[in-house]
């Protein structure tokens, strides 16, 4: 199943070409870089898929119940399963989208989970991506690629198809259209790190690829006007944008890439917005602590997946448990994102370790602990051919429309640094195919 080096460098050299790049800020400049493609496929049998399948349908069932509950009755915490303050508080939480029920009562349209597998075997998720999950049309764009460099080894093996990812997001936009107008994919523009994928799956899903200033309101209905001023209503928005940028006139007022008062359209019912706004408080690091007590809470189920061993230290006795054992554990920040804010106990020096000490203490909502897993290395092809082991992640998506939906594949992350367990391509990652198998 394996691709030579020079197969693999063909496929890099094709993706540069086609601008298939991930950009990134840093240090106030806008760098965009190839998203390393390692040839080397993560291989998934039928029989793990099914059992994957199964618990991330449960987890994405249970986490849009748990948006649905809290922006209207909040029963779980009325029931004392997961304590107010810790909802209200979430940065992710926006109480503008109380009472707004979206259509179909869908809240996480596309969901992006992470999971790790540890060597015993055993899957864990390590996070949930409800807002704006990226990296689909990456593995797509690798697949397509290697058609053309290496078009044996899908001929030859019982392989999944994963060209069907962009049908079922056209369906799932189709689903929650409001009156039958245009699907749109609303981008910020060039400059954002996942632009190439918005053009992307603009172009896959038969969506228009649009800026803030395409769109207009009139009456509360969302009309896409072109450059001749003929207008075409809009009936879903997949918005690449975040909350607090997306409506200047309920956000952050000096946005500048948001749609006036496209939320007065959303609160009406006339369009529908992939991903719901508010979702970001079921990204929260500290919410994830309590999907498992969801899913029994609204499903009366057992989780399927299993959170990685996670501490948190607004309760007194996850708290002394972190302090006494912080070198053993990693550190995560809630409020950040793409591998930042994660740290490791263990690599600080004893200073460093005593003021993170005393900021946990301190801020005790801010931070969650988690035991360090030690998930599986996969083979990665190195520039002179040969095979290395690194840290790698899985990013599935789940779609949800009439049903919930496991896309048959997924980003495999991987770090490129030998011992590293940070993956993210924000951080200087690789990627791979996923592969599951059809038998």
Known sequence: MDMTATAALEINKLMMR?????????NGEFLEQLFPYDAVPRIISCK???????????????????LQDIYSDGKIIADNVI????VYISKGYMPECRGVVPPGGIYSH??????????????FI??????????????????????IGNPDAFSNNDIVD????????HETMNFVNRGGGLNVILTPGRYNAAYFEHSYLAER????????????????????????????RVGAVYRRISDEYLDPMTFHADSLIGVPHIMDVYRAGNVALVNAPGNGVADDKGIYYFVPKMIKYYLGEEPILNN????????????????????????KDVSEAGGYGVVFGRDLPEEKLSELKALITNEPRRFISQEVIDFIDLEVMSEDGSHVPRKADLRAFVLMSEAIRVWASGLTRFSRIEGSFVVNSSQGGGFKDTWVLSR
């Open 83 to 86: 304590p107010e303050e810790f």
């Open 110 to 123: 596309i969901s992006g989970i992470d999971l790790v597998q540890a060597k015993s075997g055993e899957w």
């Open 308 to 331: 990685a061993p996670t501490y948190l230290p607004y309760y007194k006795d996850d708290l002394k448990y972190t302090l006494e054992n912080i070198r053993k554990l990693v550190i």
């Open 48 to 66: 793990e898929f099914d059992f994957l399948n199964r618990g991330l349908v449960q987890r994405v069932n249970a986490l849009n119940c748990f």
């Open 205 to 232: 899903t038969g969506a228009l690829l649009v800026k803030a200033s395409d769109l207009i309101v009139e009456n509360a209905v969302l009309y896409l006007e072109n450059y001749l001023g003929v207008k075409a």
């Open 18 to 26: 086609y601008g298939v790049k991930f950009g990134i800020y840093k």
């Open 126 to 147: 390590l996070e949930d991506n409800l807002r704006i999950p990226s990296g689909a049309s990456y593995p797509l764009m690798a697949r397509e690629l290697s058609r």
């Open 162 to 169: 994963n060209r069907n990812y962009s049908d079922m997001l």
